[in-house]
């Protein structure tokens, strides 16, 4: 039986990472400006508390670029860093209301809520792997992982609400 093939993804280059960390560190502190409202009423709408906000480290842009249209249509989002190793590795941005647009090959796209930053590397990762503790991350101990529970769910805003709420309980 052959074995999968495991190709590494591409080296992020350090300028990507700098040009990400300045971006997220101004959305973060839109959020908290009084541009950041739209957001801030959006995040309260999906029952998601201030204190989550910043444990993610979530931020606002007004002008994230639309997939598919070269930078040419924007809509406001919130912006999602994905950390992983303490490195911010990718960013994605969740649109406040779905979007429609024409991609470059003249297709009408609809209900579009959630697009990736170019260059960013989040495939075979989970977000919010920065709030597992340390000693389970790094730990070789046989049996480390059964003194946790991990919930895997689909989508950053489901995964900050379960955070949320059982953090405490050792779910991560």
Request: aromatic share 8%; no cysteine.
């Amino acid at each position: 039986r052959r074995q999968p093939e495991h190709r590494r993804p591409p080296v992020q280059p350090d300028d990507w990472r700098q040009r990400a960390e300045r971006m997220v560190a101004d959305a973060q502190r839109r959020l908290w400006a009084p541009e950041g409202e739209p957001a801030r009423a959006y995040l309260a709408s999906r029952a998601l508390e201030p204190a989550t906000w910043q444990a993610f480290g979530l931020g606002f842009r007004q002008d994230a670029s639309l997939p598919g249209t070269r930078g040419k249509q924007r809509a406001p989002a919130v912006v999602l860093p994905w950390m992983a190793a303490g490195r911010l590795v990718a960013v994605r941005y969740r649109f406040l209301e779905p979007q429609t647009y024409t991609d470059k090959d003249g297709k009408e796209r609809r209900d579009q809520r959630l697009v990736s930053e170019w260059g960013g590397q989040n495939a075979g990762r989970l977000f919010g792997g920065q709030h597992l503790p340390e000693w389970l991350r790094m730990s070789d101990v046989p049996g480390a992982e059964m003194l946790r529970a991990l919930l895997i769910v689909e989508g950053e805003i489901n995964a900050m609400s379960a955070w949320q709420v059982a953090a405490e309980s050792n779910m991560d």
